[in-house]
């Protein structure tokens, strides 16, 4: 059974930095394409970054280019999202995404910024 697990989140200040996980089981984490998406009150879900199977290559929102980096370690099945000079309208659940064959997503970790 996959399971997509995100931790992380929290309240924090403006201007501060938090750092979002994402634990994968049940599945061959390494073939999957990693994602970050988002989704604020009232609004459409979103992409954030994504990033390859190898983790070479990395793809991100105009709206978060030079504050956040994804990165991953396919040895410990973990995807990672840095986040950093967050702003209130980073406010969000952030979900985790995980594409191969399929599509899995995880529950979500609600990341607020506010002061």
């Known amino acids: 059974q996959v399971q997509l697990v995100e931790s992380g989140g929290g309240l924090v200040q403006p201007g501060g930095s938090l750092r979002l996980s994402c634990a994968a089981s049940g599945m061959s984490f390494s073939y999957y394409v990693m994602s970050w998406y988002r989704q604020a009150p009232g609004k459409e879900r979103e992409l954030v970054a994504n990033?390859?199977?190898?983790?070479?290559?990395?793809n991100y929102a105009d709206s978060v280019k030079g504050r956040f980096t994804i990165s991953r370690d396919n040895a410990k099945n973990t995807l990672f999202l840095q986040m950093n000079s967050l702003k209130p309208e980073d406010t969000a659940v952030y979900y985790c995404s995980a594409v191969w064959l399929m599509t899995y997503w995880g529950q979500g970790t609600q990341v607020t910024v506010s002061s």
């Open positions: 990033i390859t199977s190898g983790g070479i290559i990395t």
